[in-house]
Nanobody, 116 residues
Framework: QVRLVESGGGLVQPGGTLRLSCAASGSVSSTAAFRVCTVGWYRQPPGKELELVATTSRSSGVVYRDSVKGRFTISRDGAKNTVDLQMNSLEPEDTAIYYC?????WGQGTQVTVSS
């Protein structure tokens, strides 16, 4: 089992930026699994279903949902066992709880609120 912890959420004005980080910890085998699994950032807007934001994998590279293309960037740091989500030009519609995922493991989520 991989323990995932998200951080970096907060309140930001429209047009602002945030950088979310998903850090993995656990046994040697768990962190090794994190370095090779497909890591996804998901979000759940208020009153809505969970939706995929971006993924990064060795086989497929990076994939983004259409509404964040050109604004969000997902990146992996194998040495630090982290996957970050750089979010630029934030919009009120980006308001949600953001979660990271690897295999069957999920973090606890971090709140992102975009509001003036």
């Amino acid at each position: 089992q991989v323990r995932l912890v998200e951080s970096g959420g907060g309140l930001v004005q429209p047009g602002g930026t945030l950088r979310l980080s998903c850090a993995a910890s656990g046994s040697v085998s768990s962190t090794a699994a994190f370095r090779v699994c497909t890591v996804g950032w998901y979000r759940q807007p208020p009153g809505k279903e969970l939706e995929l934001v971006a993924t990064t994998s060795r086989s497929s590279g990076v994939v983004y949902r259409d509404s964040v293309k050109g604004r969000f960037t997902i990146s992996r740091d194998g040495a630090k066992n982290t996957v970050d989500l750089q979010m630029n030009s934030l919009e009120p519609e980006d308001t949600a709880i953001y979660y990271c995922n690897c295999l069957d493991d999920w973090g606890q989520g971090t709140q992102v609120t975009v509001s003036s």
